[in-house]
């Protein structure tokens, strides 16, 4: 038996035992988006195959075969293992118990829609060319803990918006919720207007953050970072807005839309009466905001 035959040998059974545990439900089938973007790895198996055949070495050319199989289980032994969350997978199911929420999502580079669900704690779904994220909850007296990051992955090949392809995640509309948003350059669309935000931290260094609160609770603390981002808040209609920081050309801009300033801090007319109350605090190095009404 040359290596080659070997080779192939291998590659066909490795796919029928792949496939029989997709048909067995022991393994989702999005895995199989992670397995095809290790198609260098095959060119570099032939490549140490064709180099050591015939050789007093020949070991080395059955062995890099193995090696690919190898790698091949180790990625789908990983989706195994992470939290599956391809087409309409969820959370966990809304528990009595449970009054509140704290949630971290780590995007990195990649990008994020955010919305609400009123059925699960949480869910999360995802296209074909990302991979499952990986997500800590646990229960901490009647408050629910909630850690959710994004894995980077490389990509050989991808097309369209960097948006169209992202995670997206649903958070409870049923109990108030504390959330982090975080991501190196990532593209986030948060509509938390059915949401219970209580409190909201944005940090994206150069992405476009669209933010869109609503009337859920009586008052949302808005913290937002990141020195090249673009933010975009949509809020309700007379609304009691406040807005602390940010460069002097957020100062000028929000003169413009008619809020009062008293040094850093910016108020509605009619702050004090009006709901809900939105207090965002801007961090100094911030130069792009805009505020619209819904």
């Not at 108020?267 to 809900?276: I, V």
């Amino acid at each position: 038996m040359n290596p080659a035959r070997f080779r192939w040998g291998v590659l066909f059974i490795l796919v029928g035992v792949l496939l029989l545990l997709n048909n067995m439900d022991r393994l989702d089938w999005w895995v199989w988006a992670d397995i095809l973007n290790l198609w260098p790895l095959l060119l570099i198996a032939i490549g140490v195959e064709k180099i050591f055949t015939r050789t007093r070495v020949q070991i080395v050319a059955y062995l890099s075969s193995l090696a690919l199989a190898g790698v091949v289980i180790w990625v789908a032994i990983g989706g195994m293992n992470a939290y599956s969350a391809s087409g309409s997978d969820s959370g966990d199911m809304l528990d009595s118990k449970i009054n509140s929420l704290i949630s971290r999502i780590d995007m990195k580079t990649n990008s994020l829609r955010l919305g609400g669900t009123t059925g699960h704690l949480f869910t999360t779904r995802y296209g074909s060319r990302f991979r499952a994220p990986e997500v800590d909850y646990t229960v901490d007296g009647s408050t629910g803990k909630l850690t959710i990051t994004d894995r980077q992955r490389w990509r050989w090949i991808h097309f369209g918006h960097r948006l169209s392809d992202g995670l997206n995640i649903d958070l409870t509309e049923a109990v108030p919720i504390r959330l982090t948003c975080e991501g190196e350059s990532a593209d986030m669309r948060l509509d938390c207007r059915d949401l219970k935000l209580e409190e909201l931290t944005v940090a994206s260094e150069s992405g476009r953050v669209g933010i869109m609160l609503g009337r859920a609770v009586d008052r949302t603390k808005v913290s937002l970072k990141g020195a090249d981002a673009d933010f975009r808040l949509t809020l309700p209609a007379n609304c009691a807005l406040r807005v602390e920081g940010g460069s002097a050309d957020i100062a000028r801009f929000l003169n413009r839309i008619g809020l009062t300033g008293s040094g850093p801090v910016f108020t509605a007319e009619g702050y004090d009466t009006l709901s809900p109350k939105i207090d965002v605090d801007l961090s100094p190095d911030i130069s792009q905001l805009t505020i619209d009404y819904f």
